[in-house]
């Protein structure tokens, strides 16, 4: 149980400094960049936290989800 709370914790800071370095890539241009633009990032975000859900799922840790 152990073993598996430090992973989820690992796999969630993973998760959220990747989601914020592109995130603010993205926020910081967006004014320049064109609509057709939103598509992939909503893609970006979903694969995030499908991953982020994974790991909670991996922990037996639903109850916090």
């Known amino acids: 149980y152990i ?3 430090f992973f989820v914790g690992k796999v969630m800071f993973v998760v959220f400094d990747v989601m ?6 993205w ?3 967006l004014l320049e ?3 057709s633009a939103t598509l ?3 893609g970006f975000l979903a694969i995030m936290f499908a ?3 994974f ?3 991996q922990s037996g840790r639903r109850d916090i989800w």
Not at 20 to 25: H, K, N
């Open 27 to 29: 926020g910081s241009a």
């Open 33 to 35: 960049l064109p609509k």
């Open 3 to 5: 073993f598996n709370f």
């Open 40 to 42: 992939p990032i909503i």
């Open 51 to 53: 991953a982020m859900a």
């Open 20 to 25: 914020a370095i592109f995130l603010y890539a």
């Open 55 to 57: 790991a909670l799922h």
